[in-house]
């Protein structure tokens, strides 16, 4: 996302995740997870403004993928859905200023609700739209047995 970003924890600088998951802003905001959490419930302006920064290269992100893949839907997902909350409306704002114009108001950008399941509900969502779509070949191919059923 940034060049200049901060430094991620994969090795690279200005990651995505670098600049809006959760440990990221937990970090920007300077105390523990628990007291950023409790500061957000409370509606602290400094958690807030937090949160609210991170929508925007998040934003610029989504708007780049639309602009790409022309989906029909982008789902975000975290494990505290108040952050989804706080963050929609800047993300949608963000978008609505930088895709493409003809995409915009196409896609709908939804928060999950699955919470700390999502990674998991997503990867099983894969599996199952495979069998689906395939229901013949999905469980004869090698790949399928062996884990790799996304590629
Ligand atoms: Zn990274």
């Known amino acids: 996302m ?8 994969c090795g690279n600088r ?3 995740e670098a600049a809006a998951a959760l440990p ?10 628990e007291e950023f959490l409790s500061a957000l419930a409370r509606e602290d302006s ?6 609210l920064a991170a929508g925007e290269p998040l934003g610029i992100a989504i708007a780049n993928l639309i602009n790409l893949f022309s989906p029909k ?6 494990p505290i859905p108040q ?11 963000v978008v609505d200023a930088r895709a493409i114009p003809w995409q915009r108001g196409r896609v709908a950008i939804v928060g999950s609700d699955h919470g ?13 739209a495979r069998l689906l779509s395939q229901p013949r070949t ?6 399928c047995l062996q884990g790799g059923i996304g590629r």
Do not use: Y
Not at 24 to 33: H, M, N
């Open 138 to 143: 999905a469980f004869l191919e090698k790949s």
């Open 116 to 128: 700390q399941r999502a990674g998991m509900v997503g990867a099983a969502t894969l599996i199952l």
């Open 83 to 93: 952050l989804i909350e706080i963050l929609l409306p800047r993300v949608r704002q």
């Open 46 to 51: 400094k958690a807030m403004n937090v949160v």
């Open 73 to 78: 839907m982008i789902v975000i997902a975290s």
């Open 24 to 33: 990221a802003l937990v970090e920007r905001w300077g105390g523990t997870r």
């Open 14 to 16: 200005g990651c995505l």
């Open 2 to 9: 940034d060049p200049e970003g901060p430094q991620c924890h």
